[in-house]
């Protein structure tokens, strides 16, 4: 399943797709669908069920990438808090004494005088150097792009997650048609005899 | 979590297909608030056990962790700042909890719907 990005779906009652995600197509009759796909019942199923793979692997990747940005966004308020105390300890002209870790279980004690300036890592083994100014404003604004993104890959979730629900439901009416077909089939055969 | 079963000729209309969808959503929406409570909850038994132990202390300067280093603050300033981040999260927690209550109420409406409609052919109990 494709996953390149496209126009953002308005909110009407029936959405082709949405970011690469198809959506499933809602069965108001089973028999029409059936005539529709031209399958008999078990391709139909296995047709579905397959798309129900398909839609769980996807979930799957979405899951992990929520589960990133839930873990980076706290960090990102962390790295604000430390410019934010900095910035705080320079007005009041004091110096900041604080335990850090120097290895796992060892801690060194530092003394930071009029913090002008911070680094901050932005990945990709590279450390720039910004005044506490830039460096807040830079923060504040990774923060607000990681949660815009984070909405957008919630809806996604909800979404997908729609879809699955209407696959599932369409798996099991197809399910019940089938039974139900048999049944009559086998009374009126039953009758015949 | 919900499935039909039976071999019932039940229709489903979109209506139907969007109220189970909706209650799916909520249903989600229901274990994620939960475990978010729980974290809200233990964040703020820690901040309660933190001031507890600083009022045991007679240090004067407390290691207080600030990102991820312990910065040396004064005994008033790290009081004032478990005070802030206790008040914080217990705004959070209260939030948290109304939008599970409403969750809930909109949960039983649909299952009275749902399985007015369907009977024994859904199940929207948790398993």
């Not at chain 2, 603050?73 to 914080?88: A, G, L």
Request: charge should be negative.
């Amino acid at each position: 399943m494709a996953t390149s990005s496209s126009p953002p779906q308005s909110d009407t009652e029936v959405v082709a797709e949405r970011r690469g995600i198809p959506a499933a197509s809602f069965v108001k009759d089973v028999q029409a669908y059936l005539n529709q796909l031209g399958l008999d019942v078990n391709s139909t199923l296995a047709f579905q069920q397959e798309r129900l793979q398909q839609y769980k692997m996807v979930e799957m990747k979405l899951l992990a990438q929520q589960r990133d940005l839930q873990a980076k966004i706290p960090d990102i308020e962390k790295c604000l808090d430390v410019v934010a105390t900095l910035q705080a300890k320079k007005d009041t002209d004091e110096a900041l004494l604080t335990d850090f870790e120097v290895s796992e279980g060892i801690y060194s004690r530092a003394r930071i005088e009029n913090a002008d300036s911070v680094c901050l890592w932005l990945g990709a083994n590279v450390m720039l150097e910004y005044s506490c100014e830039e460096a807040t404003s830079l923060l504040q604004n990774n923060l607000e792009n990681a949660k815009a993104s984070l909405e957008v890959l919630v809806a996604d979730l909800q979404f997908l997650r729609d879809q699955v629900t209407i696959t599932q439901v369409t798996i099991a009416r197809v399910y019940n048609w089938d039974v139900h077909q048999r049944r009559v089939r086998q009374a009126s055969s039953s009758q015949d005899s | 979590m919900q499935q039909a079963g039976g071999g019932s000729e039940t229709e489903v209309t979109w209506e139907d297909q969007q109220n189970i969808n909706k209650f799916g959503r909520l249903n989600n929406r229901y274990h994620e608030l939960e475990d978010e409570i729980r974290i809200a909850k233990e964040a703020n038994e820690n901040f309660e056990d933190a001031s507890n132990e600083l009022i045991l202390t007679d240090e004067e300067v407390v290691r207080f962790q600030i990102g991820e280093v312990f910065a040396h603050v004064p005994k008033d300033e790290v009081e004032m700042r478990i005070e802030k981040m206790t008040e914080t999260t217990s705004k959070h927690l209260e939030k948290l909890k109304d939008e599970k209550d409403a969750v809930v109420a909109q949960m039983a409406d649909l299952k009275k719907v749902l399985y007015a409609k369907f009977k024994d052919s859904i199940n929207l109990e948790e398993d």
